[in-house]
């Protein structure tokens, strides 16, 4: 089973600031299954990226996904208040599907 | 629009049995694939399996080998899963999720369902 690392645990940061979050494999993941969550209290998860790049309908530019192997990178360019929750990154390309442990956004 | 409705919260006691119903519409049920993953509360996400529709093929985590069934009835296009020997850890939200079909992420997700396991 693939592990996934995510980091930081948590991230205080200010609307209008950069957000960076990793997420890093235990073995690589193929890049075509590598997707990014958002989740919101007391709300299902959200699909932001899927691929490890691309943009899921409807999500904004301010959103992008990058990396290969084992290192992969989420970028909120600019943070928006709507912005602060708690992001995932899963692989669901071997056989056992695993998340990571979130990363969560709060408002410095 | 495509959605999944999954059935409403559940109370067990502990050494039995909950099925969980995720009820799809708007794309074609049978090209799709739909994963489950539940939340405790203030815990992290938790992958429990997946279906591929068309096949039935199913794929579950280590961890829940020995007591998930997932299976589908394409009749009425709802997707199963059943978690046996409940203990009160299994106490969480449970999610299914699908990718409508086009085999690169799992875009959807219903409301969640509520399973509470208490003597």
Request: aromatic share 12%; glycine share 10%; net charge positive.
């Given at each position: 089973e693939i592990v996934l690392t995510q980091s930081p645990g948590t991230l205080s940061l200010s609307p209008g600031e950069r957000a960076t979050l990793s997420c890093r494999a235990s073995q690589s993941v193929s890049s075509s299954y590598l997707a990014w969550y958002q989740q919101k209290p007391g709300q299902a998860p959200r699909l932001l990226?899927?691929?490890?790049s691309s943009r899921a309908t409807?999500?904004?530019?301010r959103f992008s996904g990058s990396g290969s192997g084992t290192d992969f990178t989420l970028t909120i360019s600019r943070l928006e208040p709507e912005d602060f929750a708690v992001y995932y990154c899963q692989q669901y390309g071997s056989s056992g599907f695993t998340f990571g442990p979130g990363t969560k956004v709060d408002i410095k | 629009q495509m959605q999944l409705v999954q059935s409403g919260p559940e109370v067990k006691k502990p050494g039995t049995s909950v099925k969980v119903s995720c009820k799809a519409s708007g794309f074609t049920f049978t090209s799709s694939a739909v994963q489950w993953v539940r939340q405790a509360r203030g815990q992290r996400l938790e992958w429990i399996g997946w279906i591929v529709v068309r096949n039935g093929n199913t794929n579950y985590a280590q961890k829940f080998q020995e007591r998930i069934t997932i299976t589908r009835d394409v009749s009425t296009s709802t997707v199963y899963m059943e978690l046996s020997s409940l203990r009160s850890e299994d106490t969480a939200f449970y999610y299914c999720a699908t990718d409508a079909g086009s085999g690169t992420a799992f875009d959807y997700w219903g409301q969640g369902t509520l399973v509470t396991v208490s003597s």
């Amino acid at each position: 089973e693939i592990v996934l690392t995510q980091s930081p645990g948590t991230l205080s940061l200010s609307p209008g600031e950069r957000a960076t979050l990793s997420c890093r494999a235990s073995q690589s993941v193929s890049s075509s299954y590598l997707a990014w969550y958002q989740q919101k209290p007391g709300q299902a998860p959200r699909l932001l990226i899927y691929g490890a790049s691309s943009r899921a309908t409807g999500i904004p530019d301010r959103f992008s996904g990058s990396g290969s192997g084992t290192d992969f990178t989420l970028t909120i360019s600019r943070l928006e208040p709507e912005d602060f929750a708690v992001y995932y990154c899963q692989q669901y390309g071997s056989s056992g599907f695993t998340f990571g442990p979130g990363t969560k956004v709060d408002i410095k | 629009q495509m959605q999944l409705v999954q059935s409403g919260p559940e109370v067990k006691k502990p050494g039995t049995s909950v099925k969980v119903s995720c009820k799809a519409s708007g794309f074609t049920f049978t090209s799709s694939a739909v994963q489950w993953v539940r939340q405790a509360r203030g815990q992290r996400l938790e992958w429990i399996g997946w279906i591929v529709v068309r096949n039935g093929n199913t794929n579950y985590a280590q961890k829940f080998q020995e007591r998930i069934t997932i299976t589908r009835d394409v009749s009425t296009s709802t997707v199963y899963m059943e978690l046996s020997s409940l203990r009160s850890e299994d106490t969480a939200f449970y999610y299914c999720a699908t990718d409508a079909g086009s085999g690169t992420a799992f875009d959807y997700w219903g409301q969640g369902t509520l399973v509470t396991v208490s003597s």
